[in-house]
């Protein structure tokens, strides 16, 4: 990899997303699917950011705004480059696009059990936060057109 551009995803990135995302060790409740990443990209694309090196996506992060507090996940580096900037670079961007939108805190989702994410965070500048649990619901999967 020579080098890497960060940019808002299109609709053309969006297998390519999912391309990446299927190459990782993750742990998901919902299933990913093409129909989600436009619906994410109609709502708020300019903060779904993809990291591209020679026309293939290589890393992602989707940011996510309350009005008042920043949210991040599935931040995501091709497991091939790692340790390359990739992932400090696209949480710097969704950083800076949150906090002009007026972020005082941003929270990021993180898996427990990914081995790399806690240092990673860390290193960042990021804590865990022992005081807040995470609850979840499923509701109707939505099937592909895909």
Partial sequence: MNSYTIREATTDDLSGILELWSMLDRHVGLPDLVDYLHTLLQFTGELLLVAESNGEIVGTIIGGWDGWRGHMARLATHP????????????????????????????????????????????LGYDANENIIQYSRNFDVIESND
């Fill in 80 to 123: 091939d480059i790692r340790r390359r900037g990739i992932g400090s670079g696209l949480l710097r961007e969704a950083e800076r696009r949150l906090t002009a939108r007026g972020a005082r805190r941003i929270y990021a989702l993180v898996d427990r059990r990914n081995p790399l994410a806690a240092p990673f965070w860390r290193a």
